[in-house]
């Protein structure tokens, strides 16, 4: 973990601590509680990632972690003292707080029956737990709407229920300026602590907490009603009933049990419903968007997600020195993510589209700014580059690059299923020249799996397939491939038809 991420996590139990001192003040329950509070908090992830997540958890949080039957999801248990670092772990998309799990939950058979049951299940539930939690939680992430409602123009997001966003991104237009101004405010989000290195940048935008100060003295006196909305994720071909209907009627219960104001848009609360098959489990949602929209500020026709790219990434167990190319990195979210979570390496990124090329230096900058104001001096900069370069003839040394890690074009939105099959041989040739014989690793991203998998049977004597990952992107079934390059020395074809040639 590099020093940035190091001292914000510092800095993020900093806030916590304090923050609990707070609600001391106008809560009857003893700090200890909440301090000593265990929960259990569900997270989904990106699907065919879920043991990568786990193995995060883990190793970053000293807890067991289950993996969800549903796939894309795993569960883990913490303390609430652990809350903040939850929010910086790197594979997971969103978060949430469970208040009830049922494995094995007896559906009556009509759906009058099924939906009477979900009105009388949200009076039988234990809020008191995850409420103190979410509220703990929207104590130290409470910036999220602010930041939102000064970014209206970039794009429509909508939340489903915990699975990711679906954004229309135009970020192409906007000048950087602006883009910075967002990611300074999405920092402010994510650390409070850094407020007044931020206030200097954004000015009067920040200014109006004062606002929400005056708010606050009101509510003392006229307690806020809460507004919330229910979002049901069913997934299941035995289910009487619709997830519509589901989230309607087990809502009013909600609605009737806490005399909370319904509202789909502008919600304080967000109850999850997740049904699967026979499994039912209730949660309040912890994230108000994905936790990957945390590096690209610069978007391009097909951007990766950043937990995609930190799992992709983690599968080749980078080193300390080891040089990770992305040959074909788009807006750079692989090299990215790679630079800020393993920094002791060095992470090049490369495309031939110039556009592209100019995406990811910008997007590369938003991150320097970002790391330079986290550490509240000038920094030396990043272990990363961003060059133009042809995938078929690389500007590198024979057995140099020790990693890499890329996202192969699909052939949907980015180049053609007809030209992969030239494509593909051509890029597998050459990363095998620049990657280093025996101990070289390459993550490889496609949806193309026939042109792939044609094209890396040729490919038997320098690359040895390890192990496949099955993922969905955008509802499309890819996969992604681990190779091992093999202890052979790269021959350049030309060389082998001038040995066969008889003088």
Not at 147 to 158: A, D, F, T
Not at 434 to 462: E, I, N, W, Y
Request: charged share 30%; net charge neutral.
């Amino acid at each position: 973990m590099s020093d940035v991420q190091e001292a914000t996590n510092q800095l993020l139990d900093v806030n916590l601590h304090e923050n609990w001192r707070s609600i001391q003040v106008t809560e009857s329950d003893p700090r200890s509680e909440s301090e000593h509070l265990q929960v259990t908090v569900g997270a989904t992830v990106p699907t065919g990632f879920e043991q990568t997540a786990a193995d995060e958890v883990r190793e970053k949080l000293g807890s067991s972690c289950k993996i969800s039957k549903d796939r894309g999801k795993i569960y883990f248990d913490i303390s609430v003292e652990s809350l903040a670092q939850v929010h910086c772990l790197r594979s997971v998309d969103n978060l949430f707080v469970v208040v009830k799990q049922f494995k094995d939950y007896q559906f009556k058979e009509t759906k009058e029956e099924v939906l009477k049951d979900f009105e009388e299940l949200a009076g039988k539930l234990p809020w008191s737990d995850p409420l103190k939690v979410w509220k703990i939680n929207t104590s130290f992430k409470k910036k999220k709407t602010k930041r939102k409602k000064m970014n209206q123009s970039s794009g429509k997001e909508k939340i489903d229920n915990g699975q990711g966003d679906k954004t229309d991104e135009k970020d192409d237009k906007k000048g950087f300026t602006n883009n910075t101004l967002d990611c300074h405010i999405l920092d402010y989000y994510e650390n409070p602590a850094i407020k007044e290195e931020i206030s200097t940048l954004v000015g009067d935008d920040l200014a109006s907490c004062k606002d929400e100060k005056d708010e606050s003295l009101k509510e003392e006196t006229h307690p806020k009603v809460l507004k919330f909305r229910v979002t049901c994720n069913r997934a299941g071909e035995k289910h009487c009933f619709s997830s519509n209907e589901a989230a309607r009627d087990f809502g009013g219960a909600v609605q009737d049990y806490f005399k909370w104001k319904a509202d789909m848009t502008n919600f304080d609360v967000e109850v999850l419903l997740n049904i699967h098959d026979n499994e039912i489990v209730v949660g309040i949602a912890l994230t108000e968007e994905s936790l990957h929209r945390r590096n690209i500020t610069h978007f391009g026709p097909t951007t990766l997600r950043s937990t995609l790219a930190y799992g992709m990434l983690r599968l080749c167990a980078p080193q300390p020195t080891d040089i990770i190319v992305d040959p074909m990195c788009g807006t750079g979210a692989i090299p990215i993510e790679g630079a800020t979570e393993w920094s002791n390496c060095y992470h090049i990124a490369g495309d031939n589209n110039p556009l592209a090329v100019n995406r990811a230096a910008n997007n590369i900058s938003s991150l320097l700014t970002k790391s330079q104001i986290k550490e509240g001096k000038v920094s030396w900069g990043l272990p990363i580059d961003a060059v133009q370069w042809d995938i078929c003839n690389l500007p590198l040394r024979t057995g140099s690059v020790d990693i890499i890690v890329t996202d192969m074009p699909f052939g949907k939105r980015m180049g053609s299923k007809k030209r992969n099959w030239n494509l593909y041989p051509a890029c597998l040739r050459e990363m095998s020249r620049v990657c280093r014989p025996g101990t070289g690793r390459a993550a490889l991203l496609t949806q193309d799996k026939k042109c792939f998998t044609k094209a890396l049977s040729g490919m038997g004597h320098v690359w040895r397939k390890v192990h496949t990952v099955w993922v969905n992107i955008g509802g499309l079934h890819a996969a992604v491939y681990l190779l091992k390059r093999t202890p052979q020395a790269f021959v350049d074809p030309s060389e082998q038809d001038r040995e066969r040639t008889p003088w």
